[in-house]
């Protein structure tokens, strides 16, 4: 198959929410030569976006979103797996989960997985993680990085409260934080004291190195 073949058939498989389907185009893609980057990017994520534009239109319901999710899942874990990590020294340890009220976490997935890949240690908080799990996590394991991600309008104040937690009790300046999430911007980052925005796990990556160069 040709690799805009494949791009088609990672977005059709999410689209119509197939699992089995979904990891076997990663695999496919992946044994063909495609990065796993980039078909997770031009394939999967173009999928989950037309999902997600279905959902909003009325088009697609829960029980549909849902089955999209796990075959989104499944392609996210074949693509991160062949991601790999870097041994070595780590360049930096970073705290990430999904804020408090939150399940959403496909992206924060996929921005663990880049962020290891590139050599971070990383510690995955998991989902609907409260903000004292962020900051004893961030505490006992020495993070430099606190990355939260939320991916509902409601759910986006955990991050301007974790920011305001950690200014009353003298840590801000011990953690850069980044955050990240569909309704995040750069704007609200700047709003809410945040050191980055980043847009998606790339971007991720950059701006943490940046920030601790
Ligand atoms: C899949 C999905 C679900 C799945 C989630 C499964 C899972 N395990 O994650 C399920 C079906 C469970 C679900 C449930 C719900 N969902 Co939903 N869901 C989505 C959907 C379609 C895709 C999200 C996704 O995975 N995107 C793909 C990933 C790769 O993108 P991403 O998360 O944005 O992450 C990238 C970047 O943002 C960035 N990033 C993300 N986090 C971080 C963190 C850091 C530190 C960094 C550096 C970068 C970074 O990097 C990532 C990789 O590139 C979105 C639509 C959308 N357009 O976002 C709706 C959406 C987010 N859901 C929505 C809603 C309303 C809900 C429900 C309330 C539905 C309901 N009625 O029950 C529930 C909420 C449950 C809860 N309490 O959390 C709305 C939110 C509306 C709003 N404005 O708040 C959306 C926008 C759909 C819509 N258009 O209406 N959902």
């Known amino acids: 198959m040709t690799k805009d073949g494949m791009v088609n058939a990672a977005i059709a498989a999410i689209v119509s929410g197939d699992v089995d389907t979904a990891a076997q185009v990663a695999k496919d ?19 989950i976006t037309e999902v997600g534009e279905l959902f909003e239109s009325g088009e697609l319901f829960l029980p549909e979103l849902m089955l999209s999710a796990q ?9 991160n797996e062949a991601l790999g990590g870097v041994s070595g020294e780590a360049k930096s340890r970073i705290v990430v989960g ?4 939150d399940v959403h976490d496909i992206g924060k997935a ?6 290891k890949a590139h050599g971070n240690e990383v510690y995955d908080l998991g989902r609907d993680v409260p903000i004292e799990t962020f900051i004893s996590r961030a505490e006992e ?8 991600s939320a991916l509902l309008t409601t759910t986006m104040e955990e991050q301007k409260k ?6 009353e009790r003298g840590l801000r300046d011990k953690y850069k ?15 809410i004291g945040a050191d980055a925005y ?12 940046a920030l601790l160069s």
């Open 29 to 47: 893609a992946i044994a063909e030569g495609v990065s796993p980057g980039e078909i997770m990017n031009d394939g999967f994520i173009a999928g």
């Open 71 to 79: 075959a989104m899942d499944a392609a996210t874990r074949v693509c």
């Open 98 to 101: 999904t804020v408090q009220g």
């Open 110 to 115: 996929i921005v663990i997985a880049y962020l």
């Open 141 to 148: 394991t020495g993070a430099q990085v606190i990355g939260m």
């Open 162 to 167: 974790l920011i305001k937690t950690l200014q």
């Open 177 to 191: 934080v980044v955050v990240g999430g569909a309704p995040a911007t750069q704007r609200w980052a700047d709003q």
């Open 198 to 209: 980043a847009e998606d796990a790339n971007d991720g990556v950059k701006k943490i190195d």
